[in-house]
Protein backbone atom coordinates (compact mmCIF):
# COMPACT_ATOMS: atom_id res chain seq x y z
CA UNK A 1 0.00 0.00 0.00
CA UNK A 2 1.30 3.55 -0.80
CA UNK A 3 0.67 6.47 1.04
CA UNK A 4 1.02 10.31 -0.16
CA UNK A 5 4.00 11.67 -0.10
CA UNK A 6 6.00 8.63 0.67
CA UNK A 7 8.14 8.97 -2.05
CA UNK A 8 9.21 12.65 -1.51
CA UNK A 9 10.29 12.29 1.66
CA UNK A 10 14.18 11.89 2.04
CA UNK A 11 15.13 10.76 5.81
CA UNK A 12 15.68 7.46 6.94
CA UNK A 13 14.05 4.56 5.78
CA UNK A 14 12.01 3.02 8.61
CA UNK A 15 10.42 -0.17 9.60
CA UNK A 16 7.91 -0.55 11.98
CA UNK A 17 6.02 -3.77 13.70
CA UNK A 18 2.76 -3.34 15.32
CA UNK A 19 -0.05 -5.24 16.45
CA UNK A 20 -0.56 -9.19 17.24
CA UNK A 21 -0.53 -11.86 15.24
CA UNK A 22 -3.23 -14.85 14.30
CA UNK A 23 -2.55 -18.57 14.17
CA UNK A 24 -5.58 -19.77 12.44
CA UNK A 25 -6.66 -23.55 13.83
CA UNK A 26 -9.49 -23.60 11.19
CA UNK A 27 -11.11 -21.09 9.71
CA UNK A 28 -12.99 -19.54 12.46
CA UNK A 29 -10.60 -19.85 15.55
CA UNK A 30 -7.11 -18.34 16.29
CA UNK A 31 -4.45 -18.02 19.12
CA UNK A 32 -3.43 -14.46 19.74
CA UNK A 33 -3.23 -11.91 22.10
CA UNK A 34 -4.08 -8.44 23.64
CA UNK A 35 -1.69 -6.21 21.64
CA UNK A 36 -3.28 -3.54 20.17
CA UNK A 37 -0.69 -1.87 18.25
CA UNK A 38 -0.60 1.65 19.82
CA UNK A 39 2.82 1.36 20.64
CA UNK A 40 3.97 0.39 17.31
CA UNK A 41 1.58 3.25 15.21
CA UNK A 42 2.57 5.94 17.74
CA UNK A 43 6.35 5.12 16.66
CA UNK A 44 5.11 4.98 13.03
CA UNK A 45 3.48 8.39 13.19
CA UNK A 46 6.36 9.83 15.06
CA UNK A 47 8.70 8.39 12.48
CA UNK A 48 6.74 9.72 9.60
CA UNK A 49 6.56 13.37 11.87
CA UNK A 50 10.37 13.09 11.63
CA UNK A 51 10.55 13.02 7.58
CA UNK A 52 11.04 8.80 7.53
CA UNK A 53 9.79 6.82 4.94
CA UNK A 54 8.11 4.55 7.43
CA UNK A 55 6.59 1.15 6.16
CA UNK A 56 4.10 0.08 8.80
CA UNK A 57 3.45 -3.70 9.02
CA UNK A 58 1.11 -4.61 11.33
CA UNK A 59 -1.20 -7.38 12.83
CA UNK A 60 -4.99 -7.40 12.87
CA UNK A 61 -6.04 -4.04 14.68
CA UNK A 62 -8.82 -1.44 14.62
CA UNK A 63 -6.59 1.61 14.39
CA UNK A 64 -6.27 3.96 11.37
CA UNK A 65 -3.11 4.76 9.62
CA UNK A 66 -1.13 7.67 10.39
CA UNK A 67 -0.34 10.43 7.98
CA UNK A 68 2.73 9.80 5.81
CA UNK A 69 2.83 6.05 6.63
CA UNK A 70 2.86 3.22 4.09
CA UNK A 71 0.88 0.32 5.93
CA UNK A 72 1.16 -3.50 5.08
CA UNK A 73 -1.26 -5.51 6.78
CA UNK A 74 -0.83 -9.20 7.68
CA UNK A 75 -2.27 -12.23 9.77
CA UNK A 76 0.57 -14.62 10.77
CA UNK A 77 3.69 -14.43 11.83
CA UNK A 78 4.81 -16.26 9.16
CA UNK A 79 3.37 -13.52 6.93
CA UNK A 80 5.02 -10.55 9.17
CA UNK A 81 8.94 -12.69 9.06
CA UNK A 82 8.08 -12.11 4.65
CA UNK A 83 6.77 -9.11 5.06
CA UNK A 84 9.30 -8.06 7.47
CA UNK A 85 12.12 -9.50 5.23
CA UNK A 86 10.94 -7.46 1.67
CA UNK A 87 10.87 -4.24 3.78
CA UNK A 88 14.27 -3.94 5.72
CA UNK A 89 16.09 -5.08 2.47
CA UNK A 90 16.50 -1.67 1.73
CA UNK A 91 15.78 0.38 5.23
CA UNK A 92 17.69 2.07 7.86
CA UNK A 93 16.19 0.79 10.92
CA UNK A 94 13.53 -1.47 12.51
CA UNK A 95 11.38 -1.26 15.38
CA UNK A 96 10.27 -4.84 16.13
CA UNK A 97 7.15 -3.85 18.27
CA UNK A 98 4.78 -6.50 17.19
CA UNK A 99 3.65 -9.00 19.71
CA UNK A 100 4.25 -11.97 17.39
CA UNK A 101 2.61 -15.40 18.86
CA UNK A 102 5.46 -17.57 19.61
CA UNK A 103 3.39 -20.55 18.31
CA UNK A 104 0.89 -21.77 16.05
CA UNK A 105 -1.12 -24.92 15.35
CA UNK A 106 0.60 -27.59 13.96
CA UNK A 107 -2.27 -27.97 11.23
CA UNK A 108 -4.75 -25.63 10.10
CA UNK A 109 -7.57 -27.49 9.89
CA UNK A 110 -9.68 -26.92 6.34
CA UNK A 111 -13.10 -27.30 8.29
CA UNK A 112 -14.42 -26.18 11.97
CA UNK A 113 -12.46 -28.20 14.25
CA UNK A 114 -15.56 -30.83 15.54
CA UNK A 115 -13.71 -32.44 18.55
CA UNK A 116 -16.38 -31.94 21.25
CA UNK A 117 -18.86 -34.27 18.97
CA UNK A 118 -16.77 -37.18 20.06
CA UNK A 119 -18.10 -36.46 23.70
CA UNK A 120 -14.38 -35.77 25.34
CA UNK A 121 -13.56 -33.98 27.86
CA UNK A 122 -10.41 -33.30 27.33
CA UNK A 123 -8.39 -32.44 23.94
CA UNK A 124 -5.25 -31.48 23.02
CA UNK A 125 -3.80 -29.19 20.34
CA UNK A 126 -0.29 -29.57 19.12
CA UNK A 127 1.62 -26.29 18.64
CA UNK A 128 4.70 -25.59 16.81
CA UNK A 129 7.38 -22.65 17.29
CA UNK A 130 6.96 -19.97 14.58
CA UNK A 131 10.07 -18.54 13.62
CA UNK A 132 11.50 -15.44 15.21
CA UNK A 133 11.39 -12.66 12.96
CA UNK A 134 13.38 -9.95 15.57
CA UNK A 135 16.61 -12.56 15.30
CA UNK A 136 16.55 -14.01 11.91
CA UNK A 137 16.67 -10.42 10.83
CA UNK A 138 19.14 -8.94 12.96
CA UNK A 139 21.90 -12.20 11.56
CA UNK A 140 22.40 -9.53 8.25
CA UNK A 141 21.37 -6.26 10.14
CA UNK A 142 25.38 -4.99 9.47
CA UNK A 143 25.02 -1.01 10.97
CA UNK A 144 21.38 -0.66 10.59
CA UNK A 145 19.35 0.09 13.81
CA UNK A 146 17.13 -2.64 15.21
CA UNK A 147 14.92 -2.16 17.97
CA UNK A 148 13.27 -4.99 20.11
CA UNK A 149 10.49 -4.90 22.55
CA UNK A 150 10.24 -7.24 25.90
CA UNK A 151 7.19 -7.44 27.73
CA UNK A 152 8.18 -8.73 31.71
CA UNK A 153 6.30 -9.42 34.73
CA UNK A 154 8.34 -8.34 38.13
CA UNK A 155 11.82 -6.81 37.38
CA UNK A 156 12.90 -8.48 33.74
CA UNK A 157 15.85 -6.43 33.47
CA UNK A 158 18.48 -9.60 33.13
CA UNK A 159 16.06 -11.46 30.87
CA UNK A 160 15.76 -8.09 28.93
CA UNK A 161 19.47 -7.73 28.46
CA UNK A 162 20.15 -11.93 27.87
CA UNK A 163 17.21 -11.41 24.99
CA UNK A 164 18.79 -8.53 23.43
CA UNK A 165 22.06 -10.44 22.97
CA UNK A 166 20.46 -13.61 21.58
CA UNK A 167 18.70 -11.79 19.21
CA UNK A 168 21.29 -9.51 18.08
CA UNK A 169 19.13 -6.29 18.21
CA UNK A 170 20.64 -2.62 19.91
CA UNK A 171 18.06 -1.46 21.77
CA UNK A 172 15.39 -3.40 24.10
CA UNK A 173 12.56 -1.88 25.22
CA UNK A 174 11.51 -3.24 28.36
CA UNK A 175 7.91 -2.47 28.94
CA UNK A 176 5.56 -4.32 31.72
CA UNK A 177 2.31 -5.83 31.70
CA UNK A 178 0.42 -2.81 32.22
CA UNK A 179 1.20 -1.34 29.01
CA UNK A 180 -0.75 -4.22 26.64
CA UNK A 181 -3.88 -2.70 25.42
CA UNK A 182 -2.96 1.00 27.43
CA UNK A 183 -2.61 4.70 26.20
CA UNK A 184 0.52 4.89 28.63
CA UNK A 185 3.29 3.04 29.62
CA UNK A 186 6.62 2.83 31.70
CA UNK A 187 9.37 1.20 29.81
CA UNK A 188 13.31 1.18 29.96
CA UNK A 189 15.55 1.25 26.97
CA UNK A 190 17.95 -0.92 27.34
CA UNK A 191 21.14 -0.22 25.52
CA UNK A 192 23.49 -3.09 24.14
CA UNK A 193 26.35 -0.20 25.10
CA UNK A 194 24.90 -0.89 28.55
CA UNK A 195 22.77 2.53 28.36
CA UNK A 196 19.82 2.46 30.52
CA UNK A 197 16.71 5.38 30.18
CA UNK A 198 13.86 5.58 32.29
CA UNK A 199 10.34 6.96 30.59
CA UNK A 200 7.61 6.37 33.57
CA UNK A 201 4.24 6.72 33.19
CA UNK A 202 4.21 8.28 29.94
CA UNK A 203 1.82 8.73 26.69
CA UNK A 204 2.66 5.99 24.35
CA UNK A 205 2.91 9.01 21.56
CA UNK A 206 6.27 10.53 23.98
CA UNK A 207 7.93 7.36 24.40
CA UNK A 208 7.84 6.87 20.48
CA UNK A 209 9.31 10.41 20.29
CA UNK A 210 12.03 9.42 22.29
CA UNK A 211 12.56 5.57 20.13
CA UNK A 212 12.72 7.44 16.80
CA UNK A 213 15.38 9.83 17.90
CA UNK A 214 17.39 6.54 18.68
CA UNK A 215 17.35 6.23 14.47
CA UNK A 216 17.20 9.96 13.52
CA UNK A 217 20.31 10.77 15.57
CA UNK A 218 22.33 8.30 14.14
O1 LIG B 1 10.99 -13.49 23.21
P1 LIG B 1 9.98 -12.40 23.26
O2 LIG B 1 8.68 -12.72 22.57
O3 LIG B 1 9.77 -11.80 24.63
O4 LIG B 1 10.68 -11.22 22.41
C1 LIG B 1 10.02 -10.04 22.12
C2 LIG B 1 10.66 -9.36 20.94
O5 LIG B 1 10.92 -10.31 19.91
C3 LIG B 1 9.75 -8.33 20.33
O6 LIG B 1 10.54 -7.33 19.72
C4 LIG B 1 8.99 -9.17 19.29
O7 LIG B 1 8.47 -8.34 18.26
C5 LIG B 1 10.06 -10.10 18.79
N1 LIG B 1 9.58 -11.43 18.35
C6 LIG B 1 9.76 -11.80 17.05
N2 LIG B 1 9.33 -13.04 16.60
C7 LIG B 1 8.76 -13.89 17.47
C8 LIG B 1 8.58 -13.54 18.83
C9 LIG B 1 9.00 -12.27 19.23
O8 LIG B 1 10.29 -11.00 16.26
N3 LIG B 1 8.36 -15.09 17.03
Do not use: H
Not at 103 to 128: H, Q
Not at 137 to 151: D, H, I, P, S, T
Not at 180 to 195: P, Y
Amino acid sequence: MSSPGWGRRRGPRVVVTAGPTREYVDPVRFLSNESSGRMGFAIARAAARAGCRTTLISGPVTLETPGGVRRVDVVSAREMLAAVREAFEGADALYMCAAVADWRPARRLAGKWRAKDGGSRRVSLELVRNPDILATVARRKGERLVVGFALETGSGLRRARAKMARKGADYIVLNDSSALNARRASVRILGRDGSRRELADQGKDRIARALVKLCVER
